[in-house]
C-alpha cells in the first residue's frame, strides 16, 4: 500500500510539475520522423533550437529514421505511436488529413508559411482551404541529368534516343509513375486535377485526358517505350549503362559521381513538337494531432523552426542533403542559384505544374497505364482505340475519388 | 519429353542403391554399356549446367559484394565483376558508425536463438501429446488447427500488430515482440514432428508405462531421447526463418530503427528511394547472412533431409 | 459404367473419363461436406440441451454446498477439502469479476460489450487547438472479442466447476476418497500429461491466432478503411456491402479484379505445385543413378538455396531479370537478342518468368523428398516387373509413379493450399506488377490473392477489403481441401501410417 501511494504520489507530482511547466514551455518528449540521411542534420538543429529557447530546453526530442514515401503509411496505421513531427512527401497529405492523422497548421504560422515560402509550396499544405503542413523543400521536381559526351542535342527527345541508342547507353523515364507521367499529358495542355473538401474528401475531378490532347500524349509515349534505348526507371542507383535520366536533385551527388566531368543537366526536352511538363512536388513536416495544447505548442515552434528560412539553407549547405529550400529568401541565395541540378529545376520550373492532392486511386491507375504502354500493349491501337484507353483512365480517375 | 529426359528413368529401374542390378545378367549388361555410357554423360551434362544455374545468383551476389561503393559505385551497374576487389562495403557494414548492421544481425541471431528454444518446445509439445497420447478432443484440436491453417497468414497483421502494442512490444519492444508472435501460435507446425513420433512404436510406451513409468518420464526418458533428429529438424527451421522475415518484423519495428532485423534493414536498402548507391552493400549484408545460415544448415542437412521426407510422407 | 466396357476405351477416353468423374463427384462431395456439417450442428445443439437439462437436475439433487457453487464458483470443492481446485475456480471468478464490472468504465468488459452493436458513438472533438480522442472503434471491437472470449471461457470453467460438484458429491456417497492438490498435480504429469502438453500452445494460439481471425472476419462486415481510421475516425457494421463490392460484376466493383486474381493464383499454384513436383522426382532421379558420381556434391549445390534467405536471393534474381539487368545486359552484349526481353513488363512474360524461376527455388525441395522416397521403393517389384518384359518407361508409369503420387498425396495437397498462399515469391520477384487499367483495386497481373491482400492492409489500409479477401482465400482453400480429401485415399487416414 505504502508502494502504491508513493506512485501516486510521485504521478501526481510529475503531472503538476508538467502542467506548470506548460505554461512556459514544454519539457516532455517529442518524436521526430525524418528520411535516414537527414537524422544527424535535424539532431542538430534541434540542439540549436532548444538553444536559442530555453522554455523548451527541457523536452526530449528523439529522431527517428522513417523515409518520406512511408512515413504518412505508419502514421495512418497507428498514430498514437507515430512521430509527433513527420517528414513527408506532398502526396500523401490527403490521405493524413482523411484520416485525420495530422493538426491543422497553428494560425500566426500559418500566416508565416503563407508568406515566407513559394506559392507552389503553400498550394500544396493546403487541402480544402486549410493549411495541413509546414513546407520544407520546393525541389520535388525533375528534369533532365545526361552524360555530355552520350547526348549531343538534350533539347530534343527523339535526338536524345537516338544518341543513347547509337552509343548503346539507356535513356531512363519512369512512365508507369503517375508523378512523371504528366510530364507528357500537361505538355500537350492536359489537365487533372482534383478538388477538396476542408476534411479532405474529393469532391470534383477536372479532367480533360479523353481528348485528341491526351491522345497526342499517349502517343509520345508510346513511341518513346518503342525504342531501343528507352528503359523504365528514375532513380540512379538502379539503372545501368546510363545516357540520361529523368530525375530530381535528391540523386545530383549520384549523378556527378557516375558521369564525371560530362555531368550535365537541363530542362525536360521537347517531345514531338512540345516542351515536357511535370509536377512540381514539394517535401513538409506535419504534426499529428495532440491531446495536451503544451505539446501541441511545443510541437508548432519545432517544426515551424525546422522548416523556417535559416534551417531550409543550412540543409541545403548540408553535403548530405541538399534539399532545395521553398523558402523565398533562401532560393534567393547565391549558392543555391548556383547549383547546376536547382538551376536545371529551375530552368523546368516555368513548365511545372505545382501538384495537388491525388487519391491514391489515381496514382495506381497512372501505374496501370504506364504498365500497359511497357506491356506494348498499345503499340498497335489507333486513335479511336487510343481514346478509348484514355476514357478508362478517367473512369478510373472518377472512381478512384470515393475510395 | 525430349529423348534427354526419358532416359534417366530407365535407370532408375536399375535403382542400383536397391541391390537391384545385381540381379542382371552379366551378358545383358555389357550390351548395355555403350547406351549406359551416353545416359550418363547427359546426365551429368545436366547436372553441371543445373549447378552453374543454381550458383550463379549467388556467385554474382558475392561478386558485386566486393565492388566498392567508395571508388566504383554503390549502385546497380551492368557488368559482372568489380573492376577492383575491395572490402569497402564489408568494412562499412561491419565498423562504420552510421551502420546500424552490426546491431540488427544481434537482434536477429537473439530472435533466432529464442525462436529455435521455445518453437522446439512448443512444437514438441504438442505433435507428442497429439501423438501419442489419446485424450478426448484430440481429434476437434487436430481439425480446428487445419481450419485455422487454411486462412492467410498476413490477414490478420494489422490486429497482431495491435495486440502487440498493446504489450508495448512494438518499435523498441520489437525484439521481444516478434518473438512472442513467432512462438505463440507455433504449436500450430506441428505436423513433421507428429509424424516422426508415430512411427516410434507404441510398445516402447506401453512396457514402460508396465513399469510404473508416468506419462512425463515415458516422454522425458524414453521418447525424447530417440527424438534427436526431429529435435535438430525442429531447432534448424525454427533457427533459419527470422533470417528472413520481412513483412511482419518491418510492420512491427517501423520507425526504430536500432530494433530492425537484417531482412527489414537490408530489404530498405534496395527498394526505398532514399537509400542511394547502398545496392552493393545490401550484396554485402546479404552474404554476411547468408554464409553463417548456409554452413549450419549443410552441417545438419542429414537431419533437414530426415524431416522433409518424413513430413512429405506422412502429410 | 461395366469395369469390362472401361477397358475397351482408349487411352485419352479414359483420361476424359477420369477428368469426367473428378468433376462430378465434386457437387457429391459438396453435399457430403454440407451433411456432417449439418450433423455437427445438430449435435452441438443436442448437447447443448443435455448440459443444460443436467445443470437443473445437479441443482435439484445436490446439497447446499453445490447449490452454493452455482453462485460462489470453488465453494463446493473448498468445502470438501479440495482447496488448491477451489481457490482457483474462486481467483478466476474474481478475475472475471472485476473485468467485466470494473469501476473505472474505459476498461471494463461491459463498457465494451455494450458498445459493440455500434462500435462507439462518441465523435474525436476539437477543444481549442488540442484533439479529445472520442470513442475508438478498433480497441471497442478488439476488447468487445476479447469479452466474448472470456465469457464463453467463464460459462465453460462454471460448468466445469458444477461437473466437479456432482462428481464429488457421488464419490462421497459411495465411500470414495476426494483427490488431493497433490494428486491433482500427480495426474498433470500422468494421465492428465496431454494437458500440461497443451496448455501453453492452446493460450497463445488462442490469443494469437484464433482471436485475431475472428476479429479480421467481424472487420469483413465494417467499414474500417483509410477514411474511418481510428482513433480520430469511428467504424462501424455495414453488413455484406464488402463482398459486394469486391464481387459484384458491375465497373464500379472489383468483381472483375477478383476472378482474374483469383483464375492466376490457382494457375499458379498448379504450376508451382506440379512443375516443380516432377522436375524434382526427375532430378532426384538423376542424381541417384547408380554410375552417377559425386551424388553428394549435386545435393548440396541444389540444396545450398534453401537455406539461403529468401529476401536475400530472391531480391537479386528480380534484379538480374529487369529490362536493364545483367540478364538481359549481357545477352545483348552477346548479340543474342537487340532489345531487351520484357520479363517483368508483359504479363505473360512476367507470369512464366515467375513460374520458372519458382522452380529453380522448388526442384532442391522436392529432390530431397523424391530421394527419400525413390529409396523406399521395394527392389522386387522392379525385379517382377523386369521378369514380366516391362521397359523402363513402363516401370516407371506403372510402380515408381504411382508409389509416389500414393505416398506424397497428402504432400501435394497441403503443398497446393501452400502455394496458394505463397507470398515471397511473387512479392520478392515481381511485386505484383505489372499493373493495368483493365485491373482494379491496385492488382497486377501477377498478383496473387495473398498478395493482393497485403497491398490492401500496407499500402491503401483498407482494412475491410483486406479482410473480405482474406475469407475468400479460406473458402477457396477449404472448398480445396473438401474435394481431395474426399478423392485421395492416403490422406485421410492419419492411423494407417502407425
Known sequence: MKKFLAIVLTVVMVLSLASFASAEGFSGD????????????????????????????????????????????????????????????????GRLVQAAAIEVVEEENAKKVEAENDPGSVSAVKVGGVMYAYPMTSDNGYFLYYDKSVVT???????????????????????????????????????????????????????????????????????????PAYQNGSSL?????????????????????????????????????????GFGGFKMLGIKPQTDDAKLAACDALAAYLTSEEVQLARFMDPNLQWGPSNLNAQQNEAVKADVALSALGAQLAYTIPQGQYPGGYWTTATGLGDDILAHKLDDADDAALLEVLKTFVANCEAAMNQ | ???????????????????????????????????ERRVNTSIYVTLVLMSIIWLAPFVFLVFQSFRSYLTESGGMVNYLLPKQWSLDNYTWLLTDP?????????????????????????????SYALS???????????????????????????????????????????????????????????????????????????????????????????????????????????????????????????????????????????????????????????????????????????????????????? | MADLEYFKLSKPQKMLRGIGSFFARIPQGIVNGLKKLAQL??????????????????????????????????????????????????????????????????????????????????????????????????????????TIFFIIAFIYTWRVNIKQNKINEQLLKSGHKLKTAKDDLDSLRDEQFHKTMLALPTLGVTVFTILPIFFMILVAFTNFDATHQPPGKLFTWVGWDNFNQLLAMDSASYGDTFRHVLLWTLIWAFFATFLNYFLGMLVAIMINKKGIKLKKMWRTILVMTIAIPQFVSLLYVSKMFAADGLVNTYLMKWGWISSP??????????????????????????????????????????????????????????????????????????????????????????????LSLDLAGGAGHTDLLITWLYKMTVNDTNYKLAAVIGILVFVVTAVINLIVYNMIPSVKNEEDFQ
Open chain 2, 132 to 315: 501419442r497420447l489419446r485424450f478426448k478432443g484430440r481429434k476437434l484440436i487436430m481439425n480446428v488447427v487445419l481450419v485455422l491453417g487454411m486462412f492467410p497468414g498476413f490477414l490478420t497483421m494489422i490486429i497482431l500488430y495491435f495486440l502487440l502494442r498493446q504489450l508495448g512490444l512494438t518499435q523498441d519492444g520489437a525484439v521481444p515482440g516478434l518473438i512472442l508472435i513467432y512462438v505463440a501460435s507455433s504449436g500450430m507446425g506441428y505436423y513433421i514432428s507428429k509424424g516422426f513420433f508415430d512411427t516410434i512404436p507404441k510398445s516402447l510406451d506401453e512396457s514402460a508405462r508396465i513399469d510404473g513409468a508416468t506419462r512425463s518420464q515415458v516422454f522425458r526418458l524414453i521418447i525424447m531421447p530417440l527424438a534427436k533428429p526431429i529435435v535438430i529438424y525442429t531447432i534448424l527451421m525454427a533457427f533459419m526463418a527470422p533470417w528472413g522475415d520481412y513483412v511482419f518484423a518491418s510492420y512491427v519495428a517501423f520507425g526504430s530503427k536500432p530494433n530492425y532485423n537484417v531482412a527489414v534493414g537490408l530489404y530498405q536498402w534496395v527498394n526505398v528511394n532514399d537509400y542511394q548507391g547502398y545496392f552493393t552493400r545490401f550484396c554485402a549484408g546479404g552474404v554476411l547472412v547468408a554464409v553463417p545460415v548456409t554452413v549450419l544448415f549443410l552441417a545438419l542437412q542429414k537431419y533437414y533431409v530426415e524431416g522433409v521426407t518424413g513430413g512429405a510422407v506422412k502429410g
Open chain 3, 41 to 146: 450442428v445438430v449435435s452441438l445443439f443436442k448437447g447443448l440441451g443435455a448440459n443444460i437439462a443436467d445443470l437443473f437436475t445437479t441443482f435439484k439433487n445436490g446439497d447446499w454446498k453445490t447449490r452454493l457453487s452455482y453462485l460462489v464458483m470453488g465453494f463446493g470443492s473448498c468445502a470438501r477439502g479440495q482447496w488448491g481446485r477451489g481457490i482457483l475456480f474462486f481467483l478466476f471468478q474474481t478475475v472475471f469479476n472485476v473485468y467485466m464490472f470494473m469501476p473505472n468504465a474505459e476498461f471494463s468488459g461491459c463498457y465494451y460489450l455494450g458498445k459493440l452493436s455500434t462500435l462507439g458513438t462518441v465523435e474525436t472533438y476539437k477543444q481549442g487547438r488540442k484533439t479529445v480522442y472520442g470513442d475508438n472503434s478498433f480497441f471497442i471491437l478488439l476488447y468487445g472479442v476479447l
Open chain 2, 1 to 35: 519429353m525430349s529423348e534427354k529426359n526419358k532416359i534417366p528413368e530407365v535407370d532408375i529401374v536399375i535403382d542400383q542403391e536397391a541391390g537391384v542390378i545385381r540381379e542382371v545378367k552379366p551378358d545383358k549388361l555389357r550390351s548395355k554399356k555403350g547406351h
Open chain 1, 237 to 277: 542507383s538502379t539503372a545501368t549503362n546510363v545516357g540520361a535520366i529523368v530525375d530530381g536533385v535528391w540523386d545530383a551527388g549520384a549523378a556527378k559521381e557516375l558521369f564525371g566531368e560530362n555531368y550535365a543537366a537541363t530542362k525536360l526536352p521537347v517531345a514531338d513538337g512540345v516542351q515536357l511538363s
Open chain 1, 153 to 227: 542535342d538534350p533539347t530534343d527527345l527523339d535526338k536524345i534516343l537516338a544518341d543513347c541508342a547509337a552509343a548503346g547507353k539507356n535513356f531512363y523515364f519512369e512512365v508507369n509513375s503517375g508523378w512523371y507521367q504528366v510530364a507528357f499529358f500537361f505538355a500537350q495542355g492536359c489537365e487533372l486535377t482534383y478538388e477538396t473538401d476542408n476534411e479532405g474528401a474529393y469532391t470534383k475531378l477536372n479532367t480533360d485526358y479523353a481528348s485528341d490532347k491526351g491522345v497526342a500524349a499517349l502517343k509520345s509515349m508510346i513511341k518513346m517505350a518503342k525504342s
Open chain 3, 341 to 434: 526481353l520484357p520479363f517483368w513488363t508483359d504479363p505473360v512474360w512476367a507470369r512464366v518468368t515467375i513460374i520458372v524461376i519458382n522452380v529453380w527455388i522448388g526442384i532442391p525441395y522436392l529432390m530431397l523428398i523424391a530421394t527419400g522416397i525413390l529409396m523406399n521403393i521395394p527392389a522386387d517389384l522392379y525385379e517382377s516387373a523386369r521378369i514380366d518384359g516391362a521397359n523402363a518407361f513402363q516401370m516407371y508409369r506403372k510402380i515408381t509413379l504411382p508409389y509416389m503420387l500414393f505416398v506424397t498425396g497428402p504432400y501435394l495437397l497441403t503443398s497446393f493450399t501452400g502455394n496458394i498462399n505463397n507470398f515471397n515469391v511473387i512479392f520478392l520477384l515481381s511485386g505484383g506488377k505489372p
Open chain 1, 30 to 93: 517529442i518524436k521526430i520522423w525524418v528520411a535516414d540521411k537527414a537524422v544527424d542534420f535535424t539532431v542538430n538543429q534541434v540542439e540549436t533550437f532548444k538553444a536559442a529557447h530555453p522554455e523548451y530546453a527541457g523536452m526530449t526530442v528523439t529522431v527517428e529514421a522513417v523515409g518520406e514515401g512511408d512515413a504518412a503509411n505508419k502514421v495512418i496505421t497507428d498514430v498514437e505511436s507515430a512521430a509527433d513531427i513527420y517528414g513527408f512527401a506532398q502526396d500523401q497529405l
Open chain 2, 98 to 126: 552510421s551502420s546500424d548492421f552490426l546491431r540488427w544481425y544481434g537482434n536477429t541471431l537473439i530472435i533466432a536463438l529464442f525462436c529455435s528454444v521455445l518453437q522446439t518446445f512448443m512444437v514438441l509439445s504438442v
